[in-house]
Nanobody, 114 residues
Framework: VQLVESGGGLVQPGGSLRLSCAASGFTFNSYWMYWVRQAPGKGLEWVSTINAGGGITYYAGSVKGRFTISRDNAKNTLYLQMNSLIPDDTALYYC????????RGKGTLVTVSS
């Protein structure tokens, strides 16, 4: 199993970023997928979930209405569109095959700062 995140960077408050996660080594379209994050000095925090077909999504209260999870099963890729970013969104973002993030990639860093 391999999960490779990309798309992070430095963005000003109010800005947007789109994260991607390329998956390989398993049947991507059979699995629910997750985004989790880890802010500096804190533990892993669940962010969002999408079902295998892409029609069911869930969000943490802190990101609901600002973030959108999606997937392209033909490309084995998971996405996270992040809008209206705030400094509290600063974290290392991981895509994961489980909600606790036990099976996750190496992450992509998102820094929200002016």
């Amino acid at each position: 199993v391999q999960l490779v995140e990309s798309g992070g960077g430095l963005v000003q408050p109010g800005g947007s970023l789109r994260l991607s996660c390329a998956a390989s080594g398993f049947t991507f379209n059979s699995y629910w997928m997750y985004w989790v994050r880890q802010a500096p000095g804190k533990g892993l925090e669940w962010v969002s979930t999408i079902n295998a077909g892409g029609g069911i999504t869930y969000y943490a209260g802190s990101v609901k209405g600002r973030f959108t999870i999606s997937r392209d099963n033909a490309k084995n890729t998971l996405y996270l569109q992040m809008n209206s970013l705030i400094p509290d969104d600063t974290a290392l973002y991981y895509c994961a095959r489980d909600k606790l993030g036990a099976l996750r990639g190496k992450g992509t860093l998102v820094t929200v700062s002016s």
